[in-house]
């Protein structure tokens, strides 16, 4: 409750939004030695210098991509896993793509022992999205581009939602595009989207 009712304050009211975050254990894809601040409003490192991503600031992600019970959606971005299980619990199918190999082997077993059956994380270079699955009902990515990916705009079905952050280091917005229409829904701080695909190792962060 006390998670929930941060969640709110912090400016996250959607209802469905704030059931997939109560029902997603956010302590499953928290590195183990940071348990602890796994319910705090806080980011936490992963290893290759990339982040666990606020609570709060997933919270209006979530609630602006709006997936419904038989979307179908494409993550960019994986991280620890912690969005995609999150979105899973609103939409039908969730498909995420990580460039570093061992954050992508890690968060598809915590999917796994989460029972996340309709919840895939691959290997690949966000850029270039997932064609295999597409087109795609939602479209997120968690790092900050120019602009939307053409790659990324042609997997997504006419209608469809993409969100993204929308910048550099000097500023970025989190811009929603549907039918060719954009929406700003605000300031928010990404790291920038990287190319290719890293091998890794588990590191300590």
């Known amino acids: 409750m006390r998670f929930v009712l941060e969640m709110r304050q912090a400016g996250v009211t959607d209802a469905r939004a704030l059931a997939a975050l109560e029902r997603t254990a956010r302590t499953h894809y928290a590195p183990s030695h940071l348990e602890g601040l796994a319910l705090d409003d806080v980011g936490l490192p992963l290893p290759h210098g990339q982040t666990m991503t606020k609570p709060s ?12 019970p038989n979307d179908v959606v494409l993550e960019i971005g ?4 912690f969005q995609a299980a999150a979105l899973s619990a609103m939409a039908h199918r969730v498909i995420t793509i990580e460039r570093w190999r061992d954050l992508a082997a890690d968060a598809r077993g915590r999917f796994g022992t989460a029972r996340l059956m309709r919840t895939y994380a691959h290997v690949g270079d966000g850029y270039e999205g997932w064609g295999d699955e597409a087109p795609y009902d939602r479209i997120v990515i968690n ?17 469809g939602v993409m969100l993204a952050p929308i910048g550099d280091a000097s500023g970025q917005r989190l811009i929603r595009l549907r039918n060719g229409v954009r929406a700003d829904l605000g300031p928010v701080k990404f790291a920038a989207l990287e190319r290719g695909v890293e091998e890794g190792d588990p590191a300590p962060v």
Request: glycine letters at 12%.
């Open 57 to 68: 600031l997933i919270g209006r992600v979530i609630s602006a991509l709006d997936a419904q």
């Open 78 to 81: 994986t991280g620890s896993g």
């Open 143 to 159: 790092v900050a581009v120019e602009d939307f990916p053409p790659v990324l705009a042609d997997q997504l079905k006419p209608g």
